[in-house]
């Protein structure tokens, strides 16, 4: 129904800045909640970043005051703006959407492929 299109992700050095990009099929301005992960193999998923609805935000203490998640309703768009890299940043990050598109249906959770984050000199 939804799809989650991540891009930006890429190759930079340690105090580096990328932008990572999340185009949706639909409309996300009736999602509850969006959301940034990350995953390094081996390792299980963490929740990186996530904005809800009324635009309150939260970011896991590990990129607090580096990362930032916004969102662009008319184009359908969430980003990850990620500042002041570091390796430990490295992995693949994952756009995900929880809610609906049409408002009072029932909510979906939805996840794009990733897209690779590489932080190395």
């Known amino acids: 129904q939804v799809q989650l299109v991540e891009s930006g992700g890429g190759l930079v050095q340690p105090g580096g800045a990328l932008r990572l990009s999340c185009a949706a099929s639909?409309?996300?301005?009736?999602?509850?909640?969006l959301a940034w992960y990350r995953q390094v193999p081996g390792k299980q998923r963490e929740l990186v970043a996530t904005?809800?609805?009324?635009?309150?935000?939260h970011y896991a203490d590990s990129v607090q005051g580096r990362f930032t998640i916004s969102r662009d309703n008319a184009k359908n768009t969430v980003y990850l703006q990620m500042n002041s890299l570091k390796p430990e940043d490295t992995a693949v990050y994952y756009c995900?959407?929880?809610?609906?598109?049409?408002?009072?249906?029932?909510?979906?959770?939805?996840w794009g492929q990733g897209t690779q984050v590489t932080v190395s000199s």
């Open positions: 639909g409309s996300i301005s009736n999602f509850y909640r």
């Open positions: 995900n959407a929880l809610g609906s598109v049409v408002p009072g249906t029932t909510w979906l959770d939805y």
């Open positions: 904005i809800t609805a009324g635009v309150t935000t």
